[in-house]
């Protein structure tokens, strides 16, 4: 028979160990990050031969769970009464042992039958395995108490048995053991639930583990399950010791460089990188990516420049290939880089998806897309990302805020807002939620829904003093920007807005991300009433579209640009609006299109034209609406309205303020704003949110 608990005393047959308890504060450190392990852990480190007396493990929970009518009083009576060898069944019980009389022979060094009356009396004891603990190491004394434990140890070991909550658990107890620390790291390291690797590293430690050895690991796990304060804190340990590992080295820069780019401030990731220099060159492409998105064009070809270092493995591949995209979209154009990204997300699959890297390769293919108007391969790049991304992980909820977004431009406003519903915005990182908050401005502006756009403003403050600005954060921007021209406080995002020119005008203004910027900054100066910001941007697409050379998307938002500048100055042309209107919607901007020929009709000066424009405004929102599903409830009929609340219902739904039908019906916007309150009130709408779906449904802003 092997040593029992009585032989061994302090130590066990197969490595050294020590009674020592941890302290107090490392074992809550352990604990905290352990608790969750143990109760979702499902992994074996290798598999029991089955037991011929009961399931050794399967009884943990059930068979020794303290009811509910038992009193704490109850409880230390059951624990004062029990003999020594009971009193090892419970210790062995609070490591999550089973009821299984053949190991509790060896373990306690009892002959059979005893075993299977110990057994027994446990089943009736029905004692607390967590609570108990203090009371079972006060009666048994601390070391004998540990002494059990490594006498359990020692048979699960020997059976190759020990399962990885029962090994967290013994650490959490207090066992310090060279093998159970070994057999820890090596769960961690295999384990594919970084929450049950991130609490098997930190019993590794507490049973003795060197903390160096696993620090970089356990600093990469800890940014994948979320705990960012941590990973920064063994970030910050292991760039400021001398003596750290290179490898060690370019991991904590890979997951600082992550977390800050989750927090919304990319050049602090590119800081890293370029701090970490020569020694990136395993990850120098990565970096590359970084210090592109990041304004510094120099530092990345300097990167790109650096020696292969390592294997040509999978993950190098789609890294260098993403760098090169990267590249393309800078000193080119979008239609090679789309490709070269394309390829890059092909690379990936499996653990490669799932690495922790500063940027997602599916989220880049799918804002690149989306900033050269093709919103069917952003849907394809976003659908692909689903097949490796779980919810929780890092990358889910932008994942889906970008499918959100795309849906948002396609004119699907209930899918986007669902999407803001699902991910939950409070929960989210400062560089997720910057793009949840914008696409809910987003989309209150859309609906003409005032109260809400405010309400969204006011809540996105603080995350535009906290965020910088980079090739990756140019869509949120944009909305930002057009919101809080809406509200009037402008001021508030112009140091954004600032940022976002100067990391341009070191790019060279490439047309594949400075596009949108530009038609963003048409659409500002649009609504700020200010055609100088329009000639501004307006000539920047046109630039654009003659270095583009034939790329539609540039072509597209120039043409629009310059019909903008021609409404604007009361030169309309019913034909060009049209076109440059219809063009914008099959690029994916319906609304933007919608909102040309509203503003074009609104500056007729002849009814026909008026009408003629108006109709296809009409036929562009209809575009859009024909994607979200109707009411369910039945609409109230259009006779509901007079002639006038008709005229103001149609303008209304179309986008238009309260001053802007004003002058196209001749009437003062208060009127009109007194119209829109009986309309609402008529209808039963409950908000402007509801009056506008009711309107909808009525066939306002869709008739042909």
Same mark, same amino acid.
């Given at each position: 028979m092997a040593a029992s608990y009585r032989d061994l005393g302090l130590s066990t047959t197969s490595a050294t160990a020590s009674a020592?308890?941890?302290?107090?504060?490392?074992?809550?450190?352990a604990g905290q990050s352990a608790a969750s392990a143990t109760a979702s852990a499902r992994q074996r480190v290798a598999p029991r031969a089955p037991s011929?007396?009961?399931?050794?493990?399967?009884?943990?929970?059930?068979l020794l769970t303290r009811s509910a009518s038992t009193t704490d009083e109850t409880l230390r009576d059951t624990i004062e009464q029990a003999g020594d060898d009971l009193l090892g069944v419970f210790a062995m019980v609070t490591a999550g042992s089973g009821l299984d009389a053949e190991e509790i022979a060896e373990v306690l060094d009892v002959p059979a039958t005893g075993a299977v009356e110990l057994v027994e009396q446990a089943r009736q004891a029905r004692v607390d395995a967590v609570r108990s603990v203090p009371l079972?190491?006060?009666?048994?004394?601390e070391r004998r108490f540990l002494a059990v434990l490594h006498a359990f140890l020692t048979a699960r070991l020997r059976t190759d048995s020990l399962r990885p909550a029962q090994a967290i658990r013994l650490a959490e107890l207090g066992v310090r053991d060279d093998a159970l620390a070994t057999a820890l790291v090596r769960l961690a390291d295999s384990a594919l639930d970084p929450a049950i690797a991130a609490s098997a590293y930190a019993a590794a430690i507490l049973a003795g583990a060197d903390p160096a050895t696993v620090a970089a690991?356990?600093?990469e796990t800890a940014a994948r399950t979320g705990d960012d304060d941590t990973a920064m804190a063994i970030v910050e340990q292991l760039l400021a010791a001398a003596d750290t590992d290179p490898e060690d080295r370019r991991t904590a820069v890979r997951v600082g460089?992550?977390?800050?780019?989750?927090?919304?401030?990319?050049?602090?990731?590119?800081?890293?990188?370029?701090?970490?220099?020569?020694?990136?060159?395993?990850?120098?492409?990565?970096?590359?990516?970084?210090?592109?998105?990041?304004?510094?064009?120099?530092?990345?070809?300097?990167?790109?420049?650096?020696?292969?270092?390592?294997?040509?493995?999978?993950?190098?591949?789609?890294?260098?290939?993403?760098?090169?995209?990267?590249?393309?979209?800078?000193?080119?154009?979008?239609?090679?880089?789309?490709?070269?990204?394309?390829?890059?997300?092909?690379?990936?699959?499996?653990?490669?998806?799932?690495?922790?890297?500063?940027?997602?390769?599916? $989220?880049? +293919?799918? #804002?690149?897309? @989306?900033?050269?108007?093709? !919103? /069917? =391969?952003?849907?394809?790049?976003l659908q692909r %990302?689903?097949?490796?991304?779980?919810?929780?992980?890092?990358?889910?909820?932008?994942?889906?805020l970008l499918a959100g977004w795309v849906a948002m431009l396609a004119g699907?406003?209930?899918? $986007?807002? +669902?999407? #803001?519903?699902? @991910?939950?915005?409070?929960? !989210? /990182? =400062?560089?997720?939620?910057?793009?949840?908050? %914008?696409?809910?401005?987003?989309?209150?502006?859309?609906?003409?829904?005032?109260?809400?756009?405010?309400?969204?403003?006011?809540?996105?403050?603080?995350?535009?003093?906290?965020?910088?600005?980079?090739?990756?954060?140019?869509l949120p921007l944009g909305e930002l920007w057009l919101g809080g021209i809406r509200v009037g406080e402008s001021e508030r995002v112009e140091h954004l807005i600032t940022e976002a020119e100067n990391l341009l005008a070191a790019l060279g203004d490439p047309p594949a991300w400075a596009n949108t910027f530009h038609w963003y900054g048409v659409q500002a100066a649009i609504v700020a009433e200010a055609p100088q910001l329009l000639v501004k941007h307006a000539g920047s697409l046109r630039r654009a579209a003659e270095q583009s050379d034939g790329n539609e998307y540039a072509a597209a938002l120039a043409n629009a640009g310059r019909t903008w500048l021609q409404v604007l100055s009361d030169q309309i042309d019913p034909e060009r609006v049209e076109r440059s209107a219809r063009l914008l919607a099959r690029l994916g901007l319906a609304w933007d299109g919608a909102r040309l020929a509203g503003e074009a009709a609104l500056r007729a000066t002849d009814t026909a034209t008026a009408t003629g424009l108006l109709q296809?405004?009409?036929?562009?929102?209809?575009?859009?609406?024909?994607?979200?599903?109707?009411?369910?409830?039945?609409?109230?009929?259009?006779?509901?309205?007079?002639?006038?609340?008709?005229?103001?219902?149609?303008?209304?739904?179309?986008?238009?303020?309260?001053?802007?039908?004003?002058?196209?019906?001749y009437i003062s916007a208060k009127t009109v704003e007194h119209h829109v309150a009986r309309i609402r009130r008529r209808l039963g709408a409950g908000s402007r949110s509801e009056l506008l779906s009711m309107l909808r449904a009525m066939g306002y802003g869709s008739s042909p």
């Open positions: 020592e308890r941890p302290t107090a504060s490392a074992t809550e450190s011929t007396t009961c399931c050794p493990d399967r009884t943990d929970r059930t079972i190491r006060d009666r048994l004394g690991r356990r600093c460089a992550t977390i800050w780019a989750s927090r919304g401030v990319l050049r602090r990731s590119a800081d890293l990188y370029r701090w970490l220099g020569s020694d990136s060159s395993a990850d120098a492409a990565l970096a590359a990516t970084v210090l592109y998105g990041a304004g510094d064009p120099r530092g990345a070809e300097t990167m790109l420049k650096a020696p292969t270092v390592g294997p040509p493995t999978d993950a190098m591949a789609a890294d260098r290939c993403l760098a090169e995209a990267m590249r393309h979209t800078i000193t080119t154009n979008a239609r090679p880089a789309l490709s070269s990204v394309f390829r890059a997300l092909a690379m990936q699959s499996g653990a490669v998806a799932r690495r922790l890297t500063p940027h997602s390769t599916a $989220a880049i +293919a799918a #804002l690149l897309s @989306v900033h050269n108007g093709d !919103l /069917s =391969r952003a849907q394809a790049a %990302a689903t097949e490796t991304d779980a919810p929780g992980s890092r990358t889910w909820a932008f994942h889906r699907d406003d209930e899918s $986007a807002a +669902a999407v #803001l519903r699902e @991910v939950g915005v409070d929960a !989210l /990182s =400062r560089h997720d939620e910057l793009f949840a908050r %914008a696409m809910a401005i987003g989309l209150a502006r859309r609906s003409g829904d005032y109260g809400a756009l405010t309400q969204h403003w006011q809540a996105a403050h603080l995350l535009i003093d906290e965020v910088s600005i980079d090739l990756f954060t140019l296809v405004a009409r036929s562009l929102r209809q575009s859009q609406l024909r994607r979200t599903p109707e009411p369910a409830k039945t609409p109230p009929s259009s006779d509901a309205l007079s002639a006038r609340e008709a005229e103001v219902a149609e303008l209304v739904v179309l986008g238009f303020t309260y001053r802007e039908i004003g002058e196209r019906l």
